[in-house]
């Protein structure tokens, strides 16, 4: 059972491009977490997906960020017209429900470099 | 609201030594609880959960964290540190909103493991 994957590992941007991040979640699992680790920084929650639905982006910005879960097809997390502030680790999670008890499991992350 | 506060970003031992990473906690009800560990530009792994069990959790690698409400602490402990233990290590408590679970990171402590 493979783990949440993520795509590509290492992504370099020049400001004003876009960023698209994709995950997959573990087999079974149809819940997506995505969370941002900025340099020295503990993880900071993004927004919360299930399959078509957006549950929650309370921690996603306003602007420039969207996030999608499609019914087919990985995660994907898009930033538009990066800036340097954009550089840092971005985390997915998976889990196969919403429950408190439920562990939530991590890819590897994306690493997002813009210069 | 939760929060968790992680009150060391640096830790040093000696290989062999008993290792201390101390976590403390807020949360307005029963909290989920959570260490999860990252070595360098590698994802998160999960060592241990506590979700109102017993009090004392073992997790993987020799790892354990006593859950103790009437300090609201939850620290990881291991008797005898090892090289491959030095890594990022985050406390993490489980948030319930709106049905799930929304983990909250701490700033992470930093193990560094001396020969």
């Known amino acids: 059972n493979a783990g949440v994957m993520q795509n590509p590992r290492h992504l370099v941007r020049r400001r004003g491009q876009e960023a698209r991040l994709r995950c997959s979640p573990m087999k079974g699992h149809s819940h997506v977490y995505w969370y941002r680790q900025l340099p020295e920084e503990g993880l900071k929650f993004m927004v919360y997906l299930q399959k078509e639905n957006i549950i929650d982006e309370s921690g996603m910005p306003k602007e420039r960020f969207s996030a999608e879960f499609p019914k087919e097809g990985p995660s994907i997390l898009r930033i538009q017209q990066v800036v340097r502030g954009d550089s840092a680790a971005y985390f997915c999670?998976?889990?196969?429900?919403?429950?408190?008890?439920?562990?939530?499991?991590f890819g590897a992350g994306t690493r997002l470099s813009v210069l | 609201a939760q929060s968790v506060t992680q009150l060391d970003s640096h830790v040093s031992v000696s290989e062999g030594t008993p290792v201390l990473l101390r976590c403390n906690y807020s949360s307005s009800y029963s909290p989920s609880l959570f260490w999860y560990v990252q070595h360098p530009n590698k994802g998160l792994q999960l060592l241990l959960k506590y979700t109102s069990a017993a009090t004392l959790v073992k997790g993987i690698n020799g790892f354990e964290a006593e859950f103790k409400k009437s300090e609201t602490s939850f620290h990881l402990t291991k008797p005898s540190a090892h090289m491959s233990d030095a890594a990022e290590y985050f406390c993490v408590v489980g948030a319930l909103s709106g049905g799930y679970n929304k983990l909250i990171f701490g700033a992470g402590t930093r193990l560094a493991v001396h020969p």
């Open positions: 999670a998976s889990s196969p429900s919403e429950t408190g008890k439920n562990i939530q499991y």
